[in-house]
């Protein structure tokens, strides 16, 4: 399984970005997707996630309300629209899959992509 991330880049705070996942190998519309993100010397936080199976969404409490996530099962996508950006949501944030219905942490991810960097200037 492959997971590509698409669509960071630089933004002011306050702005939006879109950032898109794409998996191919093989379906995922029972796995979970998500987002983790992971500044340099930091450890990888969980940001969100949307279960395959009911479609139950869960988000860290620093992005609630700014964040959404969404899929596209039939396309295997998966997207996260971010909202109202800030200065420390500057991170690398990566594409993850986890063949789970709940919440789930890094150690039980299946599959990583190889991440995308958002960048918020104040």
């Known amino acids: 399984v492959q997971l590509v991330e698409s669509g960071g880049g630089l933004v002011q705070a306050g702005g939006s970005l879109r950032l898109s996942c794409a998996a191919s190998g093989r379906s995922l519309s029972t796995y979970g997707m998500g987002w983790f993100r992971q500044a340099a010397g930091q450890k990888r936080e969980f940001v969100t996630s949307?279960?395959?199976?009911?479609?139950?969404?869960f988000y860290a409490n620093s992005v609630k309300g700014r964040f959404t996530i969404s899929r596209d099962q039939a396309q295997n996508t998966m997207t996260l629209q971010m909202n109202s950006l800030k200065p420390e949501d500057t991170d690398i944030y990566y594409c993850?899959?986890?063949?789970?219905?709940?919440?789930?942490?890094?150690?039980?991810?299946?599959?990583w992509g190889k991440g995308t960097l958002v960048t918020v200037s104040s």
């Open positions: 949307m279960s395959g199976t009911d479609s139950k969404t």
């Open positions: 993850a899959a986890a063949p789970f219905a709940r919440e789930w942490g890094v150690r039980e991810v299946s599959y």
